[in-house]
């Protein structure tokens, strides 16, 4: 079993470019989270996806920023316009709708705005 | 805004010694999990309890819950060096919920 899988690892983009990253959660998942952490914080909610609905988001979650999760699988997250702000663990985490609640995460993605 | 704040935010003991760490949350909840993250890494999930179970145990851990006080502790019993990670105690509201509310973490440290 491969647990919760994030592309890239890492990314270093300038002020104003557009990102995206991925996230490939547990196969019979069909939860799938985004949170940002910045450092010596704890995540913070973002978006959440059953299946392929959206069905939160978070405030934090600026217009600048979009999440999809076509076909109920892989999920993206695409930060526009990136401002230094932007930097932060982007963390994806998956889970049963019938679980209890405990969520599985992907090792993140460090993104680094210049 | 995070729901729970752990106590202390930073901790250092010697190995094999027992660490305990606190988290106090705002609103009743449906269980409230504690996840353990390695410097730079995600997070896993250690242990889960619910709003009417009162204390729980995984191997070295032991879970406390008091919902009149609204608070947790999780103890690590005879520590070891694997164990330095932050800690985060994260609730989720009530059992329909979407998502789990994450706290501000005990950083942890063992002392060989």
């Known amino acids: 079993d491969t647990g919760v899988s994030q592309d890239p690892r890492h990314k270093i983009t300038k002020r104003g470019q557009n990102v995206t990253f991925r996230c490939d959660p547990i196969?019979?998942?069909?939860?799938l989270y985004w949170y940002r952490q910045t450092l010596g914080q704890g995540p913070e909610f973002l978006t959440y996806?059953?299946?392929?609905?959206?069905?939160?988001k978070s405030r934090l979650l600026s217009d600048r920023f979009s999440a999809e999760r076509p076909k109920g699988s892989f999920s993206t997250l695409e930060i526009q316009r990136t401002e230094q702000g932007d930097s932060a663990m982007y963390l994806c985490?998956?889970?049963?709708?019938?679980?209890?609640?405990?969520?599985?995460f992907g090792p993140g993605t460090r993104l680094t705005v210049t | 805004s995070q729901q729970g704040e752990e106590d202390p935010q930073a901790l250092s003991i010697q190995e094999g010694e027992n660490a305990t760490m606190n988290c106090s949350y705002k609103?009743?909840?449906?269980?409230l999990q504690w996840y353990r993250q390695n410097s730079g890494r995600g997070l896993v999930h250690l242990i889960l309890?619910?709003?009417?179970?009162r204390e729980k145990h995984s191997g070295r851990l032991r879970v406390t819950l008091d919902t009149s006080k609204k608070s947790s502790s999780l103890l690590i019993t005879a520590s070891r060096a694997a164990d330095t990670a932050s800690y985060f105690c994260?609730?989720?509201?009530?059992?329909?919920?979407?998502?789990?509310?994450f706290g501000s973490g005990t950083r942890l440290s063992i002392r060989p």
């Open positions: 196969s019979e998942h069909n939860r």
């Open positions: 609103t009743s909840i449906n269980n």
């Open positions: 309890i619910r709003s009417n179970e």
């Open positions: 994260a609730t989720l509201r009530y059992s329909s919920a979407s998502k789990i509310i």
């Open positions: 996806f059953q299946n392929e609905a959206q069905l939160e």
């Open positions: 985490a998956s889970s049963l709708a019938s679980g209890g609640g405990e969520q599985y």
